[in-house]
């Protein structure tokens, strides 16, 4: 499975940008979809997943109501709808896809088995 992000670039503190995950490969079939995101010089950070059902989603606690994650199946697409953004989700996201069925430790990288080449994301204040 091959993971490409798009919809990164340069926006003003408290506007908003539109990621998308597109798969390509082995897609006859929905995966768990994570979305990770690295600062320079700071660890890669779960920031929102999508079970592969659709029917569960999880965010870190920085971006609880201001990120909504959501599966497009007509374009095989997962995306991250960022709200008012702030300088501090400046960073490279990722997203990423795991294979299992499970529900458990999607908040963790160890978790996913395919990996996107990431977007910047940068936010001016």
């Known amino acids: 499975v091959q993971l490409v992000e798009s919809g990164g670039g340069l926006v003003q503190a408290g506007g908003s940008l539109r990621l998308s995950c597109a798969a390509a490969?082995?897609?006859?079939?929905?995966?768990?979809i994570g979305w990770f995101r690295q600062a320079p010089g700071r660890e890669r950070e779960f920031v929102a997943a999508?079970?592969?059902?659709?029917?569960?989603?999880y965010y870190t606690d920085s971006v609880k109501g201001r990120f909504t994650v959501s599966r497009d199946n007509a374009k095989k697409t997962v995306n991250l709808q960022m709200n008012n953004l702030k300088p501090e989700d400046t960073a490279v996201y990722y997203c990423?896809?795991?294979?299992?069925?499970?529900?458990?430790?999607?908040?963790?990288?160890?978790?996913?088995?395919?990996w996107g080449q990431g977007t910047q994301v940068t936010v001016s204040s």
């Open positions: 990423a896809a795991d294979e299992s069925f499970s529900v458990l430790g999607l908040k963790s990288i160890d978790t996913y088995d395919y």
């Open positions: 999508l079970t592969w059902s659709g029917g569960s989603e």
């Open positions: 490969g082995r897609t006859s079939r929905n995966y768990n």
